[in-house]
């Protein structure tokens, strides 16, 4: 099974299933992964940024890479949480910027203080 880490002060890693969504690897290993449109591809509350293992995640589809172009975020690195697919072994880091405030939608980590 691949190895995934979140990097980030309250990061989990650990081995979850080939073809798991970063969002649901999340979710399993107990990592609170910000996702406002409940992982629809509508928002990008659950981009990470890959550090490591980019080859092993799924292609970047039209829709994804529209969604990130559309908020000046077009760099290979960028990745939707709730799209990109697990292949193999991937370190991704989430942004600490995206923890600042509680969000409104549907995210797990509401109300959690990463401080």
Request: hydrophobic share 30%.
């Given at each position: ?101 509680p969000s409104?939608?549907?995210s797990e ?7």
């Amino acid at each position: 099974m691949p190895h995934v880490t979140f990097l980030h002060p309250k990061g989990r890693s650990g081995s979850v299933p080939r073809n798991t969504t970063l969002l649901d690897a999340a979710k399993e290993l107990g990592f609170p992964l910000n996702h406002d449109c409940g992982g629809n591809a509508s928002c990008t509350t659950c981009r990470v940024e890959v550090q490591s293992g980019g080859e092993h995640l799924s292609e970047i589809d039209f829709e994804e890479q529209d969604l990130l172009d559309r908020e000046a975020l077009s760099e290979p690195w960028h990745r939707l949480g709730c799209q990109a697919k697990i292949l193999g072994d991937v370190v991704v880091r989430v942004p600490e910027s995206k923890w600042a405030a509680p969000s409104t939608g549907q995210s797990e980590a509401r109300g959690v203080d990463i401080r």
